[in-house]
Nanobody
């Protein structure tokens, strides 16, 4: 059974940094595209960042470009989201996701999802 487990969320002040991690278990994801999404209260889930199977291509939402960095360690079956210069509007539950393909996309068309980790940024 495939599982994606996120960690690293928390409560921080505006301007601070956090690093989210997502560990995949049940199978290797070295040939899968991975992504991060977020959902704020009362809003739809939205794309944050994605990375292709090799890590050679990354994609970001305009709202996080220049502040967030997605990376992966295939040896550890882990994807990371480094979040710097956090803003109150970054407050949301953050989800990692995996696709059954090497190509990353910025839509919700992912095949596996984690349970999410809460990030709260106080202003």
């Amino acid at each position: 059974q495939v599982q994606l487990v996120e960690s690293g969320g928390g409560l921080v002040q505006a301007g601070a940094s956090l690093r989210l991690s997502c560990v995949a278990s049940g199978r290797t994801f070295s040939r899968n595209a991975l992504g991060w999404f977020r959902q704020a209260p009362g809003k739809e889930r939205e794309f944050v960042a994605a990375i292709n199977w090799s890590g050679g291509s990354t994609y970001y939402a305009d709202s996080v470009k220049g502040r967030f960095t997605i990376s992966r360690d295939n040896a550890k079956n882990t994807v990371y989201l480094q979040m710097n210069s956090l803003k109150a509007e970054d407050t949301a539950v953050y989800y990692c996701a995996a696709r059954n393909t090497i190509v990353a996309v910025t839509t919700l068309k992912y095949d596996y999802w984690g349970q999410g980790t809460q990030v709260t940024v106080s202003s």
